[in-house]
């Protein structure tokens, strides 16, 4: 599923002469790898900001540090921060951000494993932050914060 979603993206951001940026905690880089594996993607994808630690974040994409001691690192305004802070580092048309707890540590009572947000922002300057609970071990749960934000990326695109 996630060839299939990543094909689509390039296929229509390509069709639209769109670009997209990643930004990227727990998935580590995969969706960009994930796009980059569809022959043209040089055309739409700009690149990805691999922001796993917290210094990353904040040094990389500008998030703010007191935002990341307020409400942590998986939250809806850190994940807002690290799209914003993609579009602005990059210039691309349309950038995603992943936070979240793939597992199998690292999980709270109120951030079980599983917890992730992603945020998307387009050519608006629109930034908009979904709360995902995945279940399953680590690698499923970086594929599907995968396959869910191409398929917010491609909804969102479709109506532009």
């Not at 930004?23 to 569809?38: K, P, Q, R, V």
């Not at 990353?56 to 935002?67: E, H, Q, S, W």
């Not at 305004?77 to 597992?103: C, E, N």
Request: proline share 3%; with cysteine; hydrophobic share 45%.
């Amino acid at each position: 599923m996630l060839t299939e979603l990543s094909a689509d993206t390039v296929n229509l951001l390509a069709s639209g002469r769109q670009t997209l940026a990643t930004a990227e905690s727990c998935t580590g880089g995969g969706i960009c790898a994930a796009l980059t594996s569809i022959p043209g993607s040089s055309e739409v994808v700009w690149g990805a900001f691999v922001t796993y630690s917290n210094d990353a974040k904040m040094t990389v994409l500008d998030v703010d540090a007191g935002l990341l001691n307020r409400e942590g690192a998986v939250s809806a305004g850190v994940a807002k921060a690290m799209a914003w802070g993609a579009r602005v580092r990059s210039g691309a048309d349309w950038t995603l951000a992943v936070t979240g707890i793939a597992g199998p540590g690292g999980g709270t009572p109120d951030k079980p494993v599983g917890t992730v947000w992603i945020a998307w922002c387009g050519p608006e300057n629109q930034v908009s932050a979904e709360l995902f609970q995945f279940k399953g071990n680590r690698e499923e749960i970086r594929i599907r914060t995968a396959e869910e934000a191409l398929k917010g990326l491609l909804l969102r695109a479709a109506r532009e």
